[in-house]
């Protein structure tokens, strides 16, 4: 491991966690890297990942676009309206002073209500009031098309070039009805990369992997809000992670040697997310992987390597893997942090077929999420036996490996018979809620105990 970031950054570490050792001709290398940020939600200082504010810059370090869904459905029944109303009030209160900030009602369209002149305004007490009070002009009428949402929300981002955190939250009780699958894809495509964005879903009547594709090509999150009046805790709980990110645009850098490939890269915690299709090469067998941006927290991820088969008593590098910043204007990237996947032949049986804790721990809590996504979609479709192998395979994993949050969602679902062999049965008349609830946050994992 080595720490390379200069004394005005947030301190990056990288720990490799890995069995290194290979059987003669084996060519598969797993590791685990965990990635930790300090001193980057409590430093004070403006995000990092841009080049300096320019005359417009102030205070400002960081901008934020809350999207509301103000669809007809939102007033049906009228506590979503007003739980989006009081949601959105105390997400303002949580704006730290010098934010950014703009709020949008989205139908069919996109309107931004406050301050309402197609730019962003400056957190303080007064302007803060100002947008509470515009709340009032939240009112529920017309359709849904999200992608008209993000594109206001990447507009309104771009009128400040100066600032590098830059973060939508969008809430919807429904579907994107009134657009295509294609323009929200094109739209989401266009944009990703200008802003982070979280997902939230009220009710029962939205679609999980509609908003799982915003967030996660924009590096957020998707969750469920069953009931309205949960709303404004969450909303604060959002903003409030908003204002404690101070680094934005990290890259995952993975190096690889020659006749070497990276096979994938997955965050693994503190929730699943596959980042291979996401490389953007950055010179010879060198490639970038999207982290987003970091406060003070830790995540981990799970970089497999395809390297050239080779014969006991040899050893490589397998993969260089560093932390890096874009490079300002005319510069070259900051790398934040290093660290190195070794592969070493061995003919000791006990040490090629020792798996390492933590590869054998999140290949677990992988196999947790896509468990219960399949369990789920085959119930809906009819499958009950396939359904039930599936959950009771969930049970088991998540009983195993300690996830206690997963556990519960399950056990809202199915009656656990046999935890440890994950033995189960569906419960009768399962509600809505409690089955989006735990697909939604099928994703979230729990680290490996120490």
């Not at 994938?264 to 299709?277: C, H, R």
């Not at 040899?314 to 592969?343: H, W």
Request: aromatic content about 4%; overall charge negative.
């Amino acid at each position: 491991m080595a720490t390379l970031a200069k004394p005005n950054l947030p301190r990056f570490d990288v720990e490799i966690f890995q069995n290194e050792y290979l059987a003669d001709g084996a060519r598969e290398v797993n590791a685990i890297v965990t990635v930790t940020s300090t001193g980057g939600g409590t430093s004070g200082g403006r995000p990092l990942g841009l080049a300096d504010a320019g005359p417009q810059g102030g205070d400002a370090n960081a901008a934020v676009v809350i999207l509301v869904d103000c669809s007809g459905s939102m007033d049906y029944p009228k506590t979503k309206i007003n739980g989006a109303r009081e949601a959105t009030a105390a997400a303002i209160d949580a704006l730290r002073d010098g934010t950014a900030f703009a709020v949008v009602a989205g139908t069919h369209e996109a309107r931004d209500i406050y301050p309402g002149d197609g730019t962003l305004a400056t957190a303080s007490a007064a302007t803060r009031e100002q947008a509470k009070e515009s709340l009032r002009r939240l009112t529920a009428a017309g359709g849904t098309a999200m992608g008209t949402w993000l594109a206001k929300a990447d507009k309104l981002f771009l009128t400040r070039r100066d600032i590098a955190i830059r973060h939508a939250i969008l809430l919807t009780d429904g579907n994107n009805e009134h657009e295509s699958a294609e323009d929200l894809a094109r739209t989401v495509e266009r944009v990703t990369g200008h802003f982070t964005a979280d997902c939230r879903g009220v009710g029962t009547d939205w679609r999980i992997d509609e908003l799982r594709k915003i967030s996660s090509a924009l590096l957020g999150t998707t969750d469920i809000v069953a009931e309205p009046s949960g709303l404004a805790e969450d909303f604060r709980s959002m903003m409030t992670g908003a204002m404690g990110k101070q680094v934005a645009d990290v890259a995952l850098r993975i190096w690889t040697p020659a006749n070497a490939a990276v096979k994938f890269v997955k965050q693994v915690a503190p929730a699943v997310e596959d980042l291979t299709g996401r490389r953007a090469e950055a010179g010879p067998r060198a490639g970038d992987y999207p982290t987003g941006s970091w406060g003070d927290e830790s995540r981990d991820y799970h970089v497999c390597v395809e390297v050239p088969a080779a014969s006991v008593g040899n050893e490589m590098l397998a993969a260089r893997i560093s932390l890096v910043l874009p490079p300002q204007v005319g510069g070259t990237p900051e790398v934040l942090s290093q660290g190195l996947v070794k592969a070493v032949w061995t003919d000791d049986l006990a040490s090629s077929t020792r798996i390492s804790p933590q590869v054998a721990h999140y290949t677990g809590q992988a196999e947790l999420a896509s468990s219960i996504q399949e369990g789920l979609e085959a119930h809906r479709s009819g499958d009950v036996d396939t359904a039930t192998a599936k959950l009771g395979a969930a049970v088991r994993i998540a009983h195993a490996t300690g996830n206690e949050g997963t556990f519960k969602l399950l056990q809202k679902v199915v009656d656990v018979v046999d935890p440890k062999e994950g033995t189960v049965r569906f419960r009768k008349n399962v509600s809505e809620a409690d089955s989006m609830t735990l697909e939604t946050r099928s994703t979230k994992t729990v680290r490996v105990k120490k």
